[in-house]
Each structure stands twice: as C-alpha cells, then as structure tokens.
C-alpha cells in the first residue's frame, strides 16, 4: 500500500581528579602532566577558533536509522552537519542528514554554497514519487515569492518531470539530493532520476528544510547541528 503524505512534509569518561596528582613524603602535592595536557588542549582549542574550525558532527542513530558520519560525493569526503527526523501528527516520516565539507551552524552558508554538499532522505514509511514532488513543491511556495518561483519556472518543471519517474519507494529507501556549484542532482532507491543547474533552484530547494517556513523547525535545528538529533 502506497503512503499518501500530506501536503507538508518535509545527538565521558569520568574524569580522574588530576591523573598526575600525587603526594610526597611531606604532604606536599605534585601535579604532574596535568597542567601541560590542559596547556595542550587550550592552545589547540583556541588554535581551532581562530582558523574558524568547527568539531565535525559524530555519527547518531535517529529513531531507527543509523546515520555515519561522513559521505562521499565526486570523490570528496563530506563530514554529517546535522541530522533529525521529520514527523508529521504521530507519524514518522522519515531522517535528514545533511553533508558538506565543513560543518556549520550558518544557514545562509549553507544555502550559498557552491561546494558539494548531500541532503540524504531516509524513508519511514511508504511515499511515491509524485506525493515526495508534491511536498517538495508545498515547501518551495511557502518559502519563496511568486516572482522568484516564476524566474525558476523551466527549472522547477523539469524537476517535476524527472522526480515523478521515480515511482513507488518504501520504508528504507533512500533519496539523495546532491547540491553542487549551482546543480541539483537527485537520485531515488540507488536510481539517477535527472538534475538541474539553476543556482537559484539550489538555494530555493533547501529552503525547504531550512528557510525561514521549514517543513519542520526542529528538524531544520537538527540538520544545522543546534538540536538533539531525534528532535
């Protein structure tokens, strides 16, 4: 049976006190190493903050998937930024994960990037093609101008008609968007369905997910790495 979605679809080690703490013969405390690893860790730390670096998100499991922390596009390593789960009422949907070379908690970064990044889909319930374009196409409306959805007209009709080749997908089933200088590549249960080269499309189709009328505001902190993973 086919799923009908609805018209919006769319994260110690206890800690010895001072390992190296150790007391001689006359009281007199001895603090060895510890104060150089904790040297060590301050100048890394603050060496990472200055060249703008930020800790790569960890792999996590949400709901029942199992989502690795790294992905591979055109041969280039992409660390998981974020990931959360799309509910709708009590139902589960499915699991974002988004990819890019570089974490980061800026949206706008995000969405003006022209390096590869990979926003994975990973169904939870039965869904076909033309009910996942449906949603898509709820959530360009709701979060871009009449205007600018009619300058992406051609664009956004040829994605239409590829999306719906897609056909009948399951539980389990991925899809996977590609976003690359400007290209949206999308690709259904392992299958290449088409891709379009619009850099407006690119910005506009992961303001669904991340716009300012995200299908889902938890879900679109989950993939910005703000929010615990299962929301």
């Given at each position: 049976?086919?799923?009908?979605?609805?018209?919006?679809?769319?994260?110690?080690?206890?800690?010895?006190?001072?390992?190296?703490v150790?007391?001689?013969?006359?009281?007199?405390?001895?603090?060895?190493?510890?104060?150089?690893?904790?040297g060590?860790?301050?100048?890394?730390?603050?060496?990472?903050?200055?060249?703008?670096?930020?800790?790569?998100?960890?792999?996590?499991?949400?709901?029942?998937v199992?989502?690795?922390?790294?992905?591979?596009?055109?041969?280039?390593?992409?660390?998981?930024?974020?990931?959360?789960?799309r509910?709708?009422?009590?139902?589960?949907?499915?699991?974002?994960?988004?990819?890019r070379?570089?974490?980061?908690?800026?949206?706008?970064?995000?969405?003006?990037?022209?390096?590869?990044?990979?926003?994975?889909?990973?169904?939870?319930?039965?869904?076909?093609?033309?009910?996942?374009?449906?949603?898509?196409?709820?959530?360009?409306?709701?979060?871009?101008?009449?205007?600018?959805?009619?300058?992406?007209?051609?664009?956004?009709?040829?994605?239409e008609a590829?999306m719906?080749?897609?056909?009948?997908?399951?539980?389990?089933?991925l899809?996977?968007?590609?976003f690359?200088q400007?290209?949206?590549?999308?690709?259904?249960?392992g299958k290449?369905l088409?891709?379009?080269?619009?850099?407006r499309?690119?910005?506009?189709?992961?303001?669904?997910?991340?716009?300012?009328?995200?299908?889902?505001?938890?879900?679109?902190?989950?993939?910005?790495?703000?929010?615990?993973a299962?929301?």
């Amino acid at each position: 049976m086919t799923f009908r979605l609805p018209s919006v679809i769319f994260n110690a080690l206890p800690c010895r006190p001072a390992a190296s703490v150790r007391q001689d013969k006359r009281g007199n405390t001895r603090q060895r190493a510890t104060t150089a690893m904790r040297g060590t860790l301050l100048a890394l730390t603050l060496a990472g903050a200055a060249l703008g670096l930020s800790p790569a998100a960890q792999a996590v499991t949400v709901g029942t998937v199992n989502v690795p922390e790294q992905q591979t596009v055109d041969g280039q390593a992409l660390v998981l930024n974020g990931a959360g789960l799309r509910q709708r009422f009590v139902f589960h949907i499915y699991v974002a994960a988004l990819y890019r070379p570089q974490p980061t908690h800026d949206v706008e970064a995000i969405l003006k990037s022209s390096e590869p990044q990979l926003l994975r889909l990973t169904l939870l319930r039965d869904i076909n093609s033309k009910a996942l374009t449906d949603a898509l196409n709820d959530g360009l409306k709701a979060n871009n101008s009449e205007a600018e959805l009619a300058a992406m007209g051609a664009t956004i009709k040829a994605f239409e008609a590829f999306m719906q080749t897609g056909g009948e997908g399951a539980s389990g089933d991925l899809v996977d968007i590609v976003f690359q200088q400007g290209k949206v590549a999308v690709t259904f249960k392992g299958k290449a369905l088409g891709e379009v080269n619009d850099p407006r499309f690119a910005t506009a189709l992961l303001k669904v997910w991340l716009g300012s009328t995200p299908a889902q505001e938890s879900l679109k902190l989950a993939l910005l790495g703000q929010k615990s993973a299962n929301n």
